[in-house]
Nanobody, 124 residues
Framework: QVQLVESGGGLVQAGGPLRLSCAASGRTFSTYSVGWFRQAPGKEREFVAAIGWDESTYYADSMKGRCTISRDSAKNTVYLQMNSLQPEDTAVYYC??????????????????WGQGTQVTVSS
């Protein structure tokens, strides 16, 4: 099972950017689809973005135009570049990986491996 470690979270002012990283163990990480999810206090975990094993990309409507997900296979790392962050983006951000197909890629129940999360706080 692949193991994931997120980094890059922190405190940012509204309107600012932040890049999160999801580093994975294992030589076959490029064959996994990877998703980013977030959970704010008192709210359910929600989908942010995902990159398929075939490099296809998917975004939540709330993040379209404000974030980009990418993969560096040589570094076994997936990135989430977020721009124009707003206070409502404050949450713990998790990356997750799955080896099954692309159907339901936004469904967190279909991911078997999760990182520990990284806190993103956006101040107004």
């Amino acid at each position: 099972q692949v193991q994931l470690v997120e980094s890059g979270g922190g405190l940012v002012q509204a309107g600012g950017p932040l890049r999160l990283s999801c580093a994975a163990s294992g030589r076959t990480f490029s064959t996994y689809s990877v998703g980013w999810f977030r959970q704010a206090p008192g709210k359910e975990r929600e989908f942010v973005a995902a990159i398929g094993w075939d490099e296809s990309t998917y975004y939540a409507d709330s993040m379209k135009g404000r974030c980009t997900i990418s993969r560096d296979s040589a570094k076994n790392t997936v990135y989430l570049q977020m721009n124009s962050l707003q206070p409502e983006d404050t949450a713990v951000y998790y990356c997750a990986a799955r080896r099954i197909g692309l159907q339901g890629i936004a469904d967190d129940r279909q991911y078997g491996a999760w990182g520990q999360g990284t806190q993103v706080t956006v101040s107004s």
